[in-house]
């Protein structure tokens, strides 16, 4: 166990040595601050039946900053050390290749969090400010970001997949950027496809993240959403250790 | 230390080692020699557990590099070629990360870092970014992650590619010294160093171990192929001509220098013409200023066993 926090502590570590997680943060901060702030001017424009939680988390300015994140945090994390040859030291240690996977994967995701922790300050301005309540319920908050989490979970997996794939770092951003695209037009195809059965669309509709989030940030957590992002990352994440173990040593 | 039998790596199309076997014994020194692509960084990753051999068993220490793969890592200190290293860590943080992924922990982890340091002479550079440090340092921060969790048995890939003259010497007097509490298989393509530093040589050409001996009974074995360097004024004699009636010669050069001439005679192997040379001299009343038996050098063997028929 000593070993698997040595392998995290270091993925953690390593996107702080690199310019690449202050460009990133600052990135994000930026978008989504803008994406706050329309969120805040749609209330503006007149009385209105959503929360400024809800006003956000729908925007679609949010949806492009959310979504671009993923490669930037997810790119380096095998193709870099395939890269540089470091994977030799590495699976030259004792260390086994799960631990290796799941540490990459968690390394991402820790960095996923630690990016959305200065958002949950936005909230606490617009009520200090306006002396308006964000949002109707407490549920909203846990609804919004546990559905962060769960899709963070998800999207970082799909990231590090397409990282394993390849030493390149670019050619992985944009494998996981068409992944994670597909996914969310999956997700839109219900509107399109109106002269499919009711059950394709049903299907589809599970994939959709744009609705998930709709129920979610007005604090309606479903349980279907929920085991659809933990299944879906265990079999990303199945599918990443599959690919590392014969992937490794042909880098 | 190590057990190696019948190994074999095929890649598609290509076989990169073809049924060797040999054995490394403790605390021997063992140079593994042979051309760019002859199979000694792939043996080495199979025995690293880096890489799969098609088929053959490894073992070090014992362990089995496919079955009982983390304990034999524990065992090994592996250095791979061209030594890879996290550039945006620096020396002193990368050597406890090391440490602790093999298994070093607490006080213990502290001293392993500060001795190893002191070792690989790191201590100047301790808190320096590994990404600006030069070559030969790096191979030496390199060296140190090999030595960190004190495994018994070191694996040097090419440890002294890239280095100048004195960074080389240092690595090598490093290994000697390491070479008096560790088993050490290390690949070079500088023969000297392997005269200098090995206990026991290994060649591999091709797949295939073509000979695995001391550096002395090597050469010995190829004594001939040094030759014997006569310098004479044979005056109307055609020197050339009367040495190759020397039976047990394989060839003769010649080269004027004035009216001396130097003559290199290369002999069937394991034979010592000296004398032969010199009655021949003596009877012709060659005038000689030099009569010398050149060694044969590593090299020589060397190049005798690997080079395309």
């Known amino acids: 166990m000593t070993k698997f926090f040595t392998l995290l502590g270091r993925e953690v570590k390593s996107f702080f040595y690199s310019p690449i997680a202050y460009v990133v943060m600052c990135f994000f901060l930026f978008l989504t601050g803008f994406a706050f702030y329309i969120g805040v001017s749609l209330l503006n424009r007149g009385p209105s039946d959503v929360t400024v939680v809800q006003a956000f988390f729908n925007t679609i300015l949010f949806w492009i900053a959310y979504l671009l994140i993923f490669p930037l945090i997810t790119m380096r994390s095998f193709s870099e050390e395939f890269k540089l040859g470091t994977i030799e030291g590495l699976m030259t240690a004792p260390v086994r290749d799960w631990q290796v996977v799941v540490t990459k994967w968690l390394g991402c995701l820790i960095f996923y969090i630690i990016l959305w922790i200065p958002t949950g300050i936005y909230f606490w301005v617009f009520t200090w400010a306006t002396k308006v309540e964000s949002a109707h319920a407490e549920g909203a908050y846990l609804g919004s970001y546990l559905l962060l989490l769960l899709m963070g979970m998800f999207y970082t997996s799909v990231g590090c997949f397409a990282s394993v794939l390849t030493k390149n770092q670019i050619v992985a951003a944009i494998i996981s950027l068409v992944m994670i695209l597909v996914l969310l037009f999956a997700g839109l195809l219900q509107y399109v496809m109106l002269d499919v059965s009711g059950t394709m669309r049903d299907v589809f509709g599970y994939f959709s993240a744009i609705e998930h989030m709709e129920g979610f940030s007005k604090g309606i957590i479903d349980s279907r959403p929920i085991v659809w992002y933990l299944t879906m990352t265990t079999l990303m994440l199945v599918l990443t250790y599959q690919v590392f173990q014969t992937r490794k040593w042909k880098a | 230390m190590i057990k190696v039998e019948n190994l074999t790596k095929k890649y598609a199309g290509f076989t990169a080692i073809n049924n060797i076997t ?136 090419e440890p002294t590619i890239g280095l100048d003259p004195n960074q080389i010497r240092s690595v090598r007097e490093l290994i000697k010294n390491l070479g008096k509490h560790h088993t050490i298989l290390l690949s070079t393509h500088i023969l000297p160093e392997v005269e200098a530093t090995c206990s026991r040589v290994i060649i591999i050409n091709r797949g295939r171990i073509e000979a695995s001996d001391t550096p002395d009974n090597l050469r010995r074995q190829l004594r001939g192929a040094g030759g014997i360097r006569l310098e004479a004024n044979t005056g109307k004699d055609d020197g050339v001509a009367e040495l190759q009636k020397i039976t047990g010669v394989k060839d003769v050069s010649a080269e004027e220098e004035g009216e001396w001439k130097v003559f290199l005679v290369r002999a069937d192997a394991n034979a010592d013409l000296r004398e032969e040379v010199f009655r021949l001299a003596a009877d012709r009343n060659w005038r000689v200023r030099e009569l010398s038996q050149r060694g044969a050098t590593l090299e020589d063997v060397f190049v005798e066993m690997t080079h395309a028929e």
């Open chain 2, 22 to 157: 040999f054995e490394v014994g403790k605390g021997e020194i063992v140079g593994f020699l042979g051309p760019n692509g002859a199979g000694k960084s792939t043996t080495m990753r199979i025995l690293s557990s880096f890489m799969p051999a098609t088929s053959g068993r490894a073992s070090i220490a014992g362990y089995d590099v496919f079955e009982k793969s983390l304990e034999a890592r524990t065992h090994l200190g592996y250095m791979p070629e061209n030594v890879p290293l996290y550039t945006d860590m620096r020396v002193s943080e990368y050597l406890v990360y090391r440490g602790e992924l093999k298994g070093v922990t607490g006080r213990r982890l502290k001293e392993r870092v500060g001795d190893v340091k002191e070792l690989c002479g790191l201590k100047d550079v301790e808190n320096r970014i590994i990404g600006t440090l030069s070559k030969g340092y790096r191979q030496r921060v390199g060296l140190a992650d090999a030595l960190v969790h004190e495994p018994d048995l070191l694996i040097l890939d």
